[in-house]
């Protein structure tokens, strides 16, 4: 099993920058894949980037060129940078590990989750 523990968020305005960070711990061989999910208000759950154990990197579509997802693996960690913040990118982000055989995009373990709230 994989530890996860987020750190980041917070209140910014339109057009500003946060950036996450997911460290992970436990049974962190195991790994194929990091990434974050985020869930707003009354919506699903969505995946929002993640990268691989070999650094390939996926976005969905509303947030590429503006979010930069990275992967120290020296200190277990993953980044989320993110950039020119909407209103629309407010929710709860939740980050991930997919491991063993699981599909990249197939959690085995989550983190707490932490608010991201961008205002008009």
């Known amino acids: 099993q994989v530890q996860l523990v987020e750190s980041g968020g917070g209140l910014v305005q339109a057009g500003g920058s946060l950036r996450l960070s997911c460290a992970a711990s436990?049974?962190?061989?195991?790994?194929?894949?990091m990434g974050w999910y985020r869930q707003a208000s009354g919506k699903r759950r969505e995946l929002v980037a993640a990268?691989?154990?070999?650094?390939?990197?996926n976005y969905t579509s509303s947030v590429k060129g503006r979010f930069t997802i990275a992967r120290d693996n020296a200190v277990n960690t993953v980044y989320l940078q993110m950039n020119s913040l909407k209103p629309e990118d407010t929710a709860v982000y939740y980050c991930?590990?997919?491991?063993?055989?699981?599909?990249?995009?197939?959690?085995?373990?989550w983190g707490q989750g932490t608010q991201v709230t961008v205002s008009s």
């Open positions: 990268i691989t154990s070999g650094g390939t990197t």
């Open positions: 991930y590990a997919a491991t063993g055989g699981n599909s990249w995009y197939v959690p085995s373990d």
């Open positions: 436990g049974s962190i061989f195991n790994i194929n894949t």
